[in-house]
């Protein structure tokens, strides 16, 4: 069936570093991929998504990368900051049915100041 | 904008009673709407498909007759846990579909059921 992985499970960075948290998709016809950031006790808040017909997007600190060919998109924080540990999640979808979610296992993302 | 309200955050309840959740879209009209579950530290599991006027599609495994979701209105999403079990407890997670693919979450509902 569709799945979607997401790697790492954990992650701990030294504030200012980078991070990257990755994805593979199974389902070839999926074409829309959001991020989500959840903090503890809340739900999940977009961050920022990307469209099958675009290989990169950027939204200051925050981008996203795209390689259909191998089923693959990327979470890239950059200058990591105290605020942005939370728990990350990638999902994807296709333009068929309800649009419905597939969503990655999540990452637990820690800054350390 | 595309803000979701989720009422009530938390509920604490007996076992053997329902307990009503309410998702709410406050400045956009949803037709669609989706309801999750999530157990900690765990991804989030769709339940079912909210669509404003028809019945609800549940995802397999989903019991319809004791998760039962009502989408009276283009705003307003319930779910009614009905006769709640101590394992019915969780974090319950409503979206709201903005356009066919972007969906914008609410802020959850913690049940626990004693």
């Known amino acids: 069936g569709e799945n979607v992985e997401q790697h790492p499970s954990t992650l701990s960075v030294q504030e200012g570093d980078s991070a990257v948290i990755k994805c593979t998709y199974s389902d070839s016809a999926s074409n829309y991929f959001p991020w989500y950031k959840q903090e503890l006790g809340k739900g999940p808040q977009l961050i920022i998504d990307i469209r099958s017909n675009v290989g990169e997007k950027k939204d200051q600190r925050i981008a996203v990368t795209l390689n259909k060919t191998a089923k693959h998109f990327s979470l890239h924080i950059t200058e990591t900051q105290p605020e942005d540990s939370a728990v990350y999640f990638c999902a994807a979808s296709k333009s068929a049915g309800t649009y419905k979610y597939i969503f990655g296992t999540g990452t637990r993302l820690k800054v350390l100041a | 904008g595309a803000v979701v309200s989720q009422h009530p955050s938390r509920v604490i309840c007996k076992s053997g009673t329902s307990v009503k959740i309410e998702c709410r879209s406050l400045?956009?009209?949803?037709?669609?709407m989706f309801w999750y579950r999530q157990f900690p530290k765990q991804s989030l599991m769709l339940m079912a498909t909210s669509n404003e006027g028809s019945k609800a599609t549940y995802e397999q495994g989903v019991e319809k007759d004791k998760f039962l979701i009502n989408h009276a209105s283009l705003t307003l999403s319930t779910l009614t846990v009905a006769s709640a079990h101590p394992e019915d407890s969780s974090f319950y997670i409503c979206s709201a579909r903005l356009t066919p693919h972007e969906q914008y979450f609410g802020p959850g509902t913690r049940l626990t059921v004693t």
């Open positions: 400045d956009f009209q949803a037709t669609t």
